[in-house]
């Protein structure tokens, strides 16, 4: 799909912040509930160990997938508005790192089994570590699925994704443990899961910006990765504050107790929801509207979206 010019088209990044945060923050919402009551479903067809294991080892692809691509494919906030005529190239580029790194981390499970054992130190966990590498690999490639539609301005689109992927994998993660009842039944879903995502996004990127795969730009993907890494090391420090117990606890108490332990402290994340909501949808406007030397309207964009915030933060810090 390209218009006159040869170039793919390039979405509205302008509306009401309001709106295009609210579908977001809607999608997200739909989509935690999926993810809250996937495990209360899953305990009642899963003992108490198996869970404890399904915790571990989702906790270590979960880890895997948001550290390792160092934030890469968040380029796409920056350059899809930023660089309207090198955008095949943009997500051209997100693909192949993520790919890259996709590969080393499942190369990584593949030549050495038995770092699950040592991470979670349970032996009985090698067996499953060469699976639980292909859906790194496979979750990692699919990762931009629902940054991209943000980045090109399309939220109504990047609000059915997300829900979408979130409800397809309830189903199939269900399905696979009613029928089989079993952790790697899980992973296989898993492994579905990460395919149908991966068709998905091919299906998305090539509606949005037709044969984007023809041109490599490396100066443009040296620019990505400047602008990535970054916010990507950042990022790990955040993932280590938030998840570093979780491994602490199962390494140390085992998937028993790590059962209990991981349900009870799940969170309600709603603030922030709310604040990655908000922060996907002004990054794209401030970098097109940088590129248009339009200060004055980043000033007043930045003003109105602290003042919603503050309209909801406020009156939950209150109470």
Not at 94 to 101: G, R
Not at 205 to 219: K, M, P, T, V
Not at 272 to 298: D, F, Y
Request: a positive charge.
């Amino acid at each position: 799909m390209t218009n006159s010019s040869g170039h793919p088209p390039v979405a509205s990044n302008s509306g009401s912040l309001t709106v295009h945060v609210s579908w977001l923050m809607f999608a997200k919402t739909v989509a935690f509930a999926f993810n809250l009551a996937l495990p209360m479903l899953l305990v009642r067809r899963l003992d108490q160990t198996q869970f404890g294991v399904y915790k571990q080892l989702f906790l270590a692809i979960g880890t895997s997938v948001t550290v390792l691509p160092l934030g890469f494919a968040m380029s796409a906030y920056y350059f899809l508005p930023r660089e309207p005529n090198r955008r095949r190239e943009t997500v051209l580029n997100i693909l192949i790192y993520n790919l890259v790194v996709g590969c080393l981390a499942c190369g990584a499970f593949l030549i050495w089994p038995v770092l699950l054992a040592i991470i979670f130190h349970q032996p009985g966990l090698t067996g499953y570590a060469r699976l639980i590498g292909v859906v790194i690999l496979l979750w990692i490639v699919s990762q931009a699925l629902e940054i991209i539609p943000i980045a090109h301005g399309e939220m109504r689109m990047a609000s059915a994704l997300i829900m979408g992927v979130q409800l397809t994998r309830t189903a199939i993660y269900l399905g696979s443990v009613i029928v089989f009842g079993s952790v790697r039944a899980l992973i296989w879903a898993a492994v579905v899961q990460g395919i149908l995502q991966i068709g998905v996004l091919w299906w998305y990127l090539h509606s949005r910006f037709g044969r984007f795969w023809q041109r490599l730009d490396w100066s443009l993907m040296r620019s990505q990765l400047s602008y990535a890494l970054p916010l990507g090391l950042a990022g790990i420090l955040y993932t280590v504050q938030t998840d570093l117990h979780s491994y602490f606890v199962s390494n140390r108490l085992g998937p028993v107790a790590f059962a209990i332990y991981g349900v009870g402290t799940a969170q309600i994340p709603l603030m922030t929801m709310l604040q990655e909501a908000t922060n996907a949808v002004v990054i794209p406007r401030v970098s097109a509207l940088q590129q248009q030397g339009n200060i004055h309207e980043i000033i007043q964009l930045m003003a109105r979206a602290m003042r919603k915030l503050a309209a909801v933060y406020f009156p939950m810090y209150r109470s």
